[in-house]
């Protein structure tokens, strides 16, 4: 199998120790590429360094918004300057969060919306982080119109879903599929159409189900894919081939 993982933060610290030895055994299962999103300006270049060097590993630049307070109004404007110069696979990680109580929403606005006109002019996807925020979410990429992209970990109703799909967006299902507790997630999973579906870990957190309590790895991704299967009632084999292509498809990695 070939599986790309969309989501997942291997370049944090929680795999200092033992990275190399992770993305080893991704290779062994299929899982060949990782897609890395940043969080905050400083580990842009460490990021970018990482991913040069490990074989599979696809940047992407941004500032999430969980980390507000640590962003500068330097920060945002470099993002473009990055950008351009760095040529990542998207605009990630970004979005609004209104599920941490004491985040600024006008400031996450703000945030937002300048990289988004940053992935607009560059021509490049986004990966989004949203959280109790779909509906404020859509509503400004319906004003601020992209190239599509990801929505991450994604566990909004499915109408929701449909206008995220209509924005040319994919939506990504992780760890949370494998517990047997997720079964609003899992009929969603099952109702929506194969074409919009991407897998991804958001490693090291998130983790799946027969891992719980432990840190997460891309190497689970395979778990994801079985639970996905399952849920649908389909060949994990053909799942595969499909999510693989979603994922090339909206990151533009069509060969």
Not at 102 to 108: F, G, I
Not at 217 to 223: A, C, I, R, T, V
Not at 226 to 235: F, T
Request: proline share 5%.
């Amino acid at each position: 199998m070939d599986l790309i993982d969309t989501h997942c933060h291997i370049d944090v610290e929680e795999f200092a120790a033992d990275r190399g030895a992770v993305l080893a055994r991704c290779r062994q299962m299929g899982v060949a590429r990782l897609v890395v999103p940043a969080v905050l300006a400083r580990t842009w270049q460490p990021l970018l360094d990482l991913c040069r060097c490990e074989p599979g590993l696809l940047p992407a630049l941004g500032l999430h918004p969980v980390y507000l307070d640590e962003h500068t109004d330097a920060d945002i404007d470099a993002l473009g300057e990055w950008v351009a110069r760095e040529h990542p696979v998207a605009v990630g990680e970004i979005g609004l969060d209104y599920f941490v109580g004491d985040l600024d929403r006008v400031r996450q606005q703000r945030l937002f919306e300048a990289q988004l006109t940053v992935a607009r002019e560059a021509g490049l996807p986004v990966l989004l982080h949203v959280r109790k925020a779909h509906d404020q979410v859509l509503a400004t990429l319906k004003r601020l119109k992209v190239r599509g992209g990801i929505a991450h970990a994604f566990n909004g109703s499915a109408q929701q879903a449909q206008q995220y799909i209509d924005l040319g967006f994919k939506l990504g299902f992780g760890g949370m599929l494998t517990y047997e507790r997720s079964t609003k997630l899992r009929s969603l999973a099952r109702s929506l159409p194969l074409d919009a579906l991407v897998l991804e870990t958001d490693a090291p957190d998130m983790t799946v189900a027969a891992h719980h309590g432990e840190r997460n790895s891309p190497e689970y991704l395979p778990d994801c894919l079985r639970a996905l299967a399952d849920a649908r009632d389909e060949n994990p084999v053909m799942l595969a081939a499909a999510t693989t292509r979603n994922a090339e498809r909206v990151l533009g990695l069509m060969s």
